[in-house]
């Protein structure tokens, strides 16, 4: 039947024409890959319509020959990748092919470096491969109709990559998607079916999808598969080159670097089901949006179930890239029952302890490549602690931390390491946790521990209060916050011997003690001399069982109610200010001098004063008098 057309014009979303420039510029020297783009997403979409149609057949639409075509026309010089898959709707062009991201636009732009080659990896990052087709084509024509859409109704986008796309209501009779790309000049090597079928196999061989193309003898109208058109990872490992393995992460990935690690695993017995993945070598932009899974397809018997089954791999691990592959689970599988599945269960055990194995591996074989592993995903993988209790002393041992004997800010001391180096008679494993490295490695709580030459981990990443929280002992070593409780390292000798420094009698610092405590008792829950400090004054601590000041500021931000505490005031009874006020004798400047002194310490725990003009003016009555 005819249907009205309707045809408008829409603008892309912000910043598009900056993107596609920079990609155009970007990607030149790769430029073959559009075509792998083309089809990775004509394969996901025949994909999405044999499990959409598992429970509705109806969308076969009496098509159940699924398959890719790629065409060109040297004439036209026009590229055409066709798919009789799913589809998309009207709504849906929109929303996935008028739409660059949905999410990291501003992060990808802050990012850019004005160096083609990084940028090109930002660009693989960002999830932009349907754009790609901008490297060789100026125009392109879309043209699809959902499968099941009464009416025949179809939709054709179309645009120039300048900032606006076309979108037209028309008649198409058939489902699928078809891509026509108009080159742009210089191009034409590319209208050579060789070329293309070369391109084809180095890229997308794996593809499981027949992917066709006409015979190029003159005198034949028949097409021929291009591709294996076999399941990659039900092949022998001993079959598949590195290559294919990294051309098929590309192709699940959606990626354009190849991973930093990978393991093929076939399980067999009383349950058979193949395990593919991968780690990539960058983390994508959504990777802090625990809602986005897109990471690990379920097939059963190769047949593609979905794409975000959130049951077969854990939140921390939500970077690993790949497939599962099962011969058990029913070809019906919902979301609902996955959930209740003790086969999932053994599954996702089996999976995590393969990639945990391989870190594992890594990290003792290749330290290069699990640093970079560690700099791209640490702070996603330290959520692992508390949320796998099962697997805890595998990930502890994978952890990494920067360090006051490691390389400054670089994350590269595991606690195995921080074990081995250990002084005589210390019995802890000690850390600091701050708002940032700076803050925890210039802190005046780390004092004693210099003196000693006693290591100390320096945290800085807001989920390590989470792991600090879980993670309290290791290898039979307890840890403990330089910041809470009281520390004793009266076992441990000094790194080099101090000079001999006067002893205060116990009356006097008692009575110092008792003085402050007097003065500010409003503001602290306790003053006590100090086992910390060597050359600062005055530190703040808290409790051993109350919250870390940094968690009370990342609460409060998150705008959570925070329990009204107290911190412990510690004072140095040998540094010079504080000799000056234990002989101030004039009760309103002592009481002045505690004010400041306390306020001082409040700022090098990076909290703010609640009244800094009044801690000014004190200070400098106070300076003024010296």
Not at 66 to 84: F, Q
Not at 429 to 447: F, H, K, R, T, V
Not at 463 to 492: M, P
Request: charge should be negative.
């Amino acid at each position: 039947m005819t249907v009205e057309t309707h045809k408008e014009t829409m603008g892309f979303q912000a910043e598009v024409k900056q993107l596609l420039d920079l990609m155009i510029h970007s990607l030149y020297s790769n430029k073959e890959i559009f075509l792998r783009e083309l089809i990775s997403n004509a394969s996901d979409a025949i994909d999405r319509l044999r499990f959409a149609a598992l429970s509705e057949a109806a969308l076969f639409e009496n098509d159940t020959e699924l398959v890719i075509h790629v065409a060109y026309d040297k004439d036209a010089r026009t590229i055409t990748v066709t798919d009789n898959g799913i589809g998309m709707t009207r709504s849906e062009v929109v929303e996935n092919i008028g739409t660059i991201a949905k999410s990291g636009t501003r992060e990808f732009f802050q990012s850019l470096t004005g160096d083609q080659q990084k940028d090109a990896h930002l660009i693989g990052q960002f999830g932009v491969g349907f754009y790609s087709s901008f490297v060789v084509a100026d125009r392109i024509t879309l043209t699809t109709r959902h499968a099941g859409v009464e009416a025949d109704l179809g939709v054709r986008w179309e645009s120039d990559g300048q900032g606006e796309y076309t979108l037209e209501t028309i008649d198409h009779p058939s489902r699928g998607t078809e891509v026509v790309l108009h080159l742009r000049e210089g191009e034409d090597e590319l209208l050579n079916g060789h070329r293309l079928r070369s391109i084809i196999k180095k890229y997308s061989d794996h593809i499981t999808i027949p992917i066709m193309m006409k015979v190029e003898e003159k005198d034949k109208d028949e097409e021929e598969r291009v591709n294996s058109a076999a399941a990659l990872w039900t092949r022998p490992k001993s079959e598949i080159s590195q290559e294919e393995y990294n051309e098929f992460y590309k192709h699940v990935a959606h990626d354009f670097d190849d991973p930093l690690a990978y393991v093929h695993s076939r399980m067999e017995g009383t349950q058979e089901y193949i395990l593919l993945l991968f780690i990539p070598a960058r983390a994508p932009f959504d990777l802090w949006n625990r809602d986005r899974r897109h990471g690990v397809k379920l097939y059963v018997r190769r047949v593609f179930i979905m794409d975000d089954a959130e049951q077969l791999m854990p939140g921390y691990l939500r970077f690993v890239r790949g497939i599962v592959d099962s011969n058990d689970l029913p070809l019906n599988v919902s979301r609902e029952i996955l959930q209740q599945n003790r086969m999932i269960d053994t599954i996702r055990s089996n999976a995590v302890k393969k990639v945990l194995g391989m870190l594992t591996d890594m990290a003792s074989k290749e330290q290069e490549k699990y640093a970079t592993f560690w700099s791209e995903f640490g702070r996603v993988f330290k959520e692992g602690i508390p949320e796998d209790q099962s697997n805890r002393e595998a990930l502890a041992k994978l952890l990494r931390f920067a360090s006051t004997a490691g390389a400054g800010e670089t994350q590269d001391v595991s606690l195995e390491t921080y074990v081995e180096r250990m002084k005589e008679g210390q019995d802890k494993i000690y850390y600091m946790i701050a708002d940032s490295y700076a803050a925890a490695a210039n802190s005046p709580l780390l004092e004693i521990f210099k003196k000693k030459g006693v290591e100390v981990l320096l945290l800085s990443d807001p989920v390590d209060h989470l792991l600090a929280a879980e993670l309290t002992e290791f290898n039979g070593k307890q840890l403990q916050s330089i910041s809470r409780g009281e520390v004793d390292l009266s076992n441990i000798k000094d790194v080099e011997e101090q000079a001999e420094q006067p002893q205060e009698t116990v009356s006097e610092a008692q009575a110092l003690v008792d003085r402050l405590k007097s003065v500010l008792k409003d503001q602290v829950k306790d003053v006590r001399v100090t086992t910390r400090l060597t050359t600062s004054p005055a530190c703040l601590v808290v409790d051993e069982f109350d919250m870390d000041p940094s968690l009370l500021r990342l609460l409060k931000a998150a705008g959570q109610k925070i329990p009204t505490m107290k911190p412990i005031l510690e004072i140095n009874t040998h540094h010079p200010i504080i000799l000056k006020i234990n002989n101030e004798a004039d009760e309103q400047k002592f009481a002045d001098w505690a004010s400041v002194l306390f306020d001082q310490s409040v700022l090098t725990l990076g909290e703010q004063l609640e009244d800094p003009i009044r801690f000014v003016n004190r200070l400098n009555a106070l300076l003024s008098q010296v």
